[in-house]
């Protein structure tokens, strides 16, 4: 039987004979009812102890694998090749693919919400990590609060109010793993049979399908300069909850003004049902004063949800949502049949980070650079596409919407684009309905590219566009 095995790799041997002659079952390499070895032939050819093949033998007894034939000996047991499985299936390539991608790095990718990760505070976080895991008692290493450990909802209550103006408990406060997972299972606390959800019409494809995959019938309203249009949803009955994000609407990025914030209001009181807003970059506001929230106009009425995504990094994957009291209990009763709770040694980090000033820091810093490379994006574009094109939006975020007035991305340009190594997002994709609308728009993300980047991508997209 040819089994290899490694004295030096710390698995210990009858753990790799085990692991080999299972993966030979799974993968069809030993039939149904063929004989093994007997314990002592297959101890003598590998020279190990028979106690160590025994012990491998009887593990795959106990699972099932094997089977002890009085008189004759241990054999392959049915019910495994009947569910035959491709062991060399690779589970991993799918994610080392899109790593390899990424880390290739040969083409300019404007994808949007990407902050600068070269200078994701390393030095600083790792400096906390390290303290923080010296200094834990060990029952901090148990099971912790399914809504997140409260020394950082203490301190993201008090970050909210010092840079967003919102007053909360940090008892409504519900650390998540990313502001995606607030949104699934918020979705899931609040479905019930027919009823529908009201997004915004564009919108962010991913965080859609989190709503439509719970069951909802989702109606898109359509997005203008300014936002979700408010006079579109009056006649909609049986919705169970709006998804909004007025700070700056994803992706053509108005800001809802407040007549239309007061009607939302208004809907969701006379309707009975619950505002979801999204906040997710309105840190990054470069001109004028912080917008202010949909949640503090009624805390009963509108679920907040934030993220570390944009101003730390998406690999972290921690968010948080304010909640109504209302919901509190079911929410939490969810979250605790999902994952339980979001990892909370990084919570404890965070919290930290948080308290010593540090975020708030990162996060001016990153405003500064941020603003550099939009403005920068802009006087590039301007060079290369002299009033051929209009922007979209506020002035904010990490992204900004580009309206081409001659151009229309149809799929062979978008191809020609991609051909060249450069990536760009058509509006189109983020389109529910009348995609048309948007033929002439793209989303430019630029926070994560450096300045040489910015330039060449956009050299590069004159070229393709003009030679058209
Ligand atoms: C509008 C919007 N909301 C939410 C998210 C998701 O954030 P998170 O990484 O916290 O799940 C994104 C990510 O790009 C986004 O663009």
Known sequence: MWITINRNSGISLSRQIYCEIKDMI?????????????????????????????????????????????????IIAKVILDHQIDFKLDYTSEIRDSLHEYKQN???DFCSGIPE??????????????????????????????AGVWKLREEISQYLFRIRGIRCSPRNIMIVSGSTQGLSLISQVLYKNN??????????????KVISTVGYSVVGIQVDDKGINTNLIKSIKDVSFIYTTPSHQYPLGGILPIQRRLELIKYAVENNCYIVEDDYDSEFRYEGQPISSLY??????????????????????????????????????????????TESISQYVLAE?????????HIFKMKKLYNRKRKYLIDILNIEFTNEFKIKGQVAGLHIVVHFYNVIFTEKLINQIYKANIRVYPIQQYAIENKAEYDHEVVLGYAHLNFDEIEQGVRMLRKIIHTN
């Open 26 to 74: 799974l993968s069809g390499s030993l039939n149904f009812e063929q004989k093994l070895p007997s314990s002592r032939t297959l101890a003598k050819e590998l020279s190990v102890s028979r106690n160590t093949v025994l012990d491998a033998y009887n593990q795959l007894i106990a699972e099932g694998y094997l089977e002890t034939r009085h008189g004759y000996g241990t």
């Open 106 to 108: 040969n083409y300019i």
């Open 117 to 146: 990760l070269k200078l994701f505070p390393r030095k600083e976080l790792s400096k906390l990590y390290k303290q923080i895991l010296h200094d834990l008692s060990h029952l901090d290493f148990r099971y912790n609060s399914t």
């Open 195 to 208: 009823q529908k959800v009201i997004v915004e019409d564009p919108i962010h494809k991913g965080l859609l």
């Open 296 to 341: 503090e106009l009624n805390p009963n009425k509108v679920i907040y949800i934030g993220s570390f995504s944009k101003i730390l990094s998406p690999a972290i994957r921690m968010g948080f949502m304010l909640l109504p009291d209302d919901i509190i209990d079911d929410y939490k009763s969810l979250k605790m049949y999902s994952d339980v709770h």
């Open 353 to 361: 980070f948080i308290k010593n000033g540090g975020l708030e820091k």
